[in-house]
């Protein structure tokens, strides 16, 4: 027995010393993988910046950290260093870099709770891992982590160690080192910040993402708390002193507190980058879609390469062109601008408003405004799949939804008229009446889930544009009369490449199939009747030869001129303009889509043809169409409806729904072949099978369901009450002149 001992015993001392030996080796190995760590410590540079590329690999911007300005540990504040001390290290003046007893309590605490909850590293160790190491978690990390913490603690005193870590350690919104982070979150240099700042700072470097008070102000108190009571605890502040700094407050900053600031409250800046972004919509959209993906500092020190759908020639034409347009000299009027492709979703470019700054309200992406004239056309397309034809005729004439009479923007009445010559002229009845005829709830549940709207489809009034959305939804929408019927999600990053050029990250297109491709054809053909013979005739753009290009577009202009917008297609691309005011009050004078918006969008693009930066082609889908016989040209009356009348215009018909009644046929009118009187009030009733709407007499549509408060001067409305029950309406019918000019610069 007590010779199987000895073995026994000389096995085990084999086994350490060979045991030893290994620790020794892993040592030595991973110590000469290291360079002179004095060098390290002192040469030490920030990481590498992540580059914004466009679609044409030309630089956008650069996203990096603040310049990290060093702070000696004399000139912070002393609670800045009691509170990092009590939330990260307690033993810091004790250990001697590796707090051992804090590393099995971790250990021990994560263990029990079956998740990472506790860190158990020390200030030093957190030193060398976060200057001078990767973020990756591996053996030989950890083990040059150890290595490096021991060397540090020789090289270094305690105080200097505590000096690079407060100017080493990121702090949220972009700012690294103390310094930074009490300029950007107080205003204040570190010596001055008190006990409740100190304590909130020093909370945010555990997770700078959750506990940044910019982000969640209710998570960043939260651990503030916790490390307060920690203080009070550990005895670094009085019981006073902690009381009081649980009592002070903080606000997030906003117009009115920056200028009065409240007692016992400090405010917490927005954050503003030291360096002026060269493109802020471009960046500060880039900025927000990688907080999604990465953390703050693979955004800002892993040298990313974000390569995106923008492309900087066409940005630099759009801001020029938008800041330079007269109408926003107005100081109190702003809009948006935002290209979209509609084959692939990517912005290609944007613009948030007149000289857009890092941390303005972004109107293109953020900005809900009722949409006016501008959502008819999805109503004609609702129209077109329930049987209706471009030649159908709709009577404009008064009609009354219980208490609500909808008014076109002229106040005038123009009896029958074709759904083209409706929308070239953004007539307001006929849409109302279309509606009322497919139906509100027919319409909710065929095509609200394929659209991208910010508000409900109540009533009627949505065939008048009261329902909203945002400049970039709204050119996702148009982009179906472009594409052939696919609702695309707009983006702006095509892939991300780390700093070795390895892909990490490649974008999926999201296009979804939603409407029918002749369906679509059909309404894009009348986008673009509009804009040769209807209220978007501003927006008429030449090729470098002085001939017209295909393009198709909409206007809309909201009650009271609250809001003016222009969408335009082209074979290539969608882009929507608004203009107005922020809060929503109506803007001076006679601001329409047509005249007030139209002409920015033409500006735009004939800068982009005369620069040689676009040549646009053709609708393909449409001309495939009219190739294959799925779509026949005809030229029909645009108020009978019928075959070579008086006023015939060329339109496009789908096969197998021609027309083929000719307007000499009813030389004494259409009412004699029913034996019917010609209505003097309202036109003539015909059976709807034929894609005509029955003359909607105010006793028949009392009962509909819709209406609410309106004018007649722009489509902006605000329904009130329940469903079905009738609304007050405001008459604001004395518009523009009586020319057909007028009535063509309105909606």
Request: hydrophobic share 35%.
């Amino acid at each position: 027995m007590k010779k199987l001992l000895v073995i026994l015993l000389k096995i085990i001392a084999v086994l350490f010393v060979v045991g030893a030996l290994g620790v020794f080796a892993i040592i030595i190995k991973y110590r000469l993988e290291l360079p002179n760590i004095q060098s390290m410590v002192e040469d030490y540079k920030p990481q590498m910046a992540t580059t914004i590329y466009d679609k044409n690999n030309n630089v956008v911007d650069v996203l990096e950290v603040d310049s990290r300005d060093a702070v000696k540990l004399e000139d912070v504040s002393p609670y800045v260093k009691e509170a990092f001390l009590a939330i990260e290290d307690k033993k810091f003046y004790s250990h001697h870099g590796l707090h051992f007893k804090g590393i099995i309590r971790a250990v021990l605490t994560n263990f029990l709770k079956g998740k990472a909850t506790q860190g158990g590293s020390s200030i030093t160790q957190q030193l060398a891992k976060n200057a001078f190491l990767t973020p990756e978690r591996t053996f030989s990390r950890k083990v040059k982590e150890a290595i490096l913490t021991y060397q540090i603690e020789r090289t270094y005193t305690k105080d200097e160690i505590l000096e690079r870590y407060l100017n080493e350690i990121y702090f949220g919104s972009g700012s690294y080192g103390i310094k930074n982070a009490a300029d950007q979150y107080f205003r204040k240099d570190p010596k001055d910040l008190n006990i409740a700042e100190a304590a909130l700072l020093a909370g945010i470097p555990n997770r700078p993402t959750k506990y940044d008070p910019n982000r969640s102000l209710e998570d960043a108190l939260h651990r503030q708390h916790l490390i307060l009571k920690e203080m009070f605890e550990d005895g670094r502040i009085t019981k006073e002193e902690y009381e009081e700094a649980l009592a002070y407050k903080f606000e997030l900053e906003n117009e009115d507190n920056v200028k009065n600031v409240p007692k016992n409250t400090s405010i917490i800046y927005n954050r503003r980058p030291k360096k002026a972004y060269n493109n802020p919509e471009l960046t500060t959209i880039v900025e927000n879609y990688l907080a999604e993906i990465f953390d703050d500092e693979q955004i800002y020190t892993s040298g990313l390469k974000i390569y995106t759908t923008i492309d900087l020639d066409y940005q630099k034409v759009a801001r020029d062109t938008f800041n330079a347009y007269p109408y926003f000299k107005n100081k109190d009027i702003n809009g948006a601008m935002v290209t979209l492709d509609p084959f692939t979703g990517g912005i290609v470019s944007i613009v948030g408003g007149k000289n857009f700054k890092a941390g303005n309200f972004d109107r293109a992406t953020m900005a809900r405004r009722q949409l006016g004239s501008s959502f008819k056309p999805f109503v004609y397309l609702k129209a077109l799949e329930d049987g209706y034809e471009p030649y159908s005729v709709v009577v404009n004439d008064f009609v009354a939804y219980g208490k609500w009479a909808p008014k076109n923007f002229d106040g005038r009445y123009s009896f029958n008229s074709t759904l083209v010559n409706s929308l070239n002229l953004s007539l307001n009845i006929p849409a109302v009446k279309l509606m009322d005829a497919i139906t509100v709830d027919s319409f909710k549940e065929e095509m609200i889930d394929k659209i991208k709207l910010t508000s409900e489809v109540e009533n009627l009034t949505a065939a008048l544009g009261s329902v909203d959305s945002t400049p970039v939804n709204t050119a996702a929408n148009f982009s179906i009369f472009v594409n052939g019927g696919y609702i695309v999600k707009p983006n702006i990053i095509r892939e991300i490449r780390d700093n070795q050029d390895i892909l990490i990250y490649l974008a999926e297109i999201e296009k979804v199939k939603a409407f029918d491709s002749v369906d679509v054809s059909v309404i894009t053909a009348m986008l673009k009747s509009v804009v040769s013979n209807g209220t978007a005739s501003r927006a008429r753009v030449v090729d470098k030869s002085g001939r017209a290009i295909q393009q198709g577009g909409k206007t809309g202009t909201t009650s009271e001129h609250r809001t003016a917008w222009f969408v335009g297609i082209t074979p290539e691309y969608v882009t929507v303009c608004y203009i107005g005011r922020d809060d929503n009050k109506p803007m001076y004078g006679n601001m329409t889509g047509g005249s007030g918006v139209a002409p920015m969008w033409a500006k735009y693009y004939q800068t982009l043809i005369n620069k040689g930066l676009y040549t646009p082609g053709k609708f393909e889908f449409l001309e495939n169409y009219l190739e294959t016989g799925d779509l026949v040209k005809q030229n029909i009356d645009i108020y009978s409806g019928l075959l070579d009348g008086p006023n015939s215009k060329e339109m496009v018909i789908r096969k197998g729904r021609l027309q083929v009644e000719s307007a000499a046929k009813y030389k004494n009118g259409i009412a004699s072949l029913f034996g019917l009187e010609a209505s003097t009030s309202g036109g003539v009733a015909v059976d709807n099978s034929d894609g005509m709407i029955i003359d909607s007499a105010s006793a028949e549509a009392s009962g509909s369901e819709g209406g609410s408060s309106g004018n007649s001067g722009g489509n902006n409305v605000s329904p009130s009450g329940s469903s079905g029950q009738a609304r007050q309406v405001e008459n604001n019918n004395e518009k523009d002149g009586d020319s057909l000019t007028d009535r063509l610069l309105g909606d």
